[in-house]
C-alpha cells in the first residue's frame, strides 16, 4: 500500500457532501460508469450492483421510503485511507414514510482512481432497514435478484 491521496480523501468527502444536501448530480458525477457498489446484509437491496442499476433500481427504494422533510444525513468522518482506498462513517436520521425512525450509521469503503469512485462497499443495520424500508420485500424489484456481494 502506498501514500494516501489527498484527492481521492476530497472526493470521498465531496460523496458525503452529495449525499448530505441530497445534490443528486453532485453524486451522480463522483462515480465511473463502471462502478460497482457492494451492499451488505440480506436485505432486498443486498447484493453487488453497477452504477445504473443503483441509479434506477436501488436508490429510489431507499429514498423513497424516507420521509425527505425530515431525514437527514448528519455527520460524517473519514477514518482511514492509503493510495487506493478510503474508509468513512456517516450518520443518518429522521424518519421513514411509514413512521418509523430510521436513525442509522454506514460504515462506506471506497475504491478511487483517476478521480472517480470506482467501486463502494456499503455496511448498515440491515434489520433497522427492513423494518424501516423493506417490511414488503415481496414489492422490491430488487429482491433476490442482485448478484453477490464480492470482497
Known amino acids: 500500500m502506498g501514500t494516501a491521496d489527498p484527492a481521492h480523501t476530497q472526493i470521498v468527502e465531496d460523496w458525503y457532501r452529495a449525499l448530505q444536501t441530497l445534490d443528486l448530480e453532485g ?3 463522483l462515480h465511473a460508469s463502471d462502478c460497482m457498489y457492494n451492499i451488505s446484509g440480506h436485505s432486498p437491496i443486498s447484493g453487488r450492483c453497477d452504477f445504473q442499476q ?3 433500481e436501488v436508490l429510489p427504494q431507499v429514498f423513497g421510503r424516507l420521509d425527505l422533510n425530515q431525514f437527514r444525513f448528519t455527520n460524517w468522518k473519514i477514518m482511514c485511507q492509503d493510495d487506493q482506498r478510503v474508509v468513512g462513517i456517516m450518520d ?3 424518519p421513514g414514510t411509514n413512521g418509523e425512525r430510521y436513525d442509522q450509521r454506514y460504515v462506506h469503503i471506497f ?6 469512485i470506482r467501486q463502494v462497499w456499503e455496511f448498515f443495520d440491515t434489520k433497522l432497514a427492513e423494518q424501516v424500508l423493506f417490511y414488503d420485500p415481496e414489492n ?3 429482491n433476490g435478484r442482485l448478484a453477490p456481494f464480492e470482497y
Open 111 to 116: 475504491e478511487v482512481r483517476d478521480g472517480l
Open 140 to 142: 422490491s424489484p430488487t
Open 27 to 29: 453524486f451522480l458525477k
Open 54 to 56: 443503483l441509479q434506477e
Open 92 to 94: 443518518a436520521d429522521g
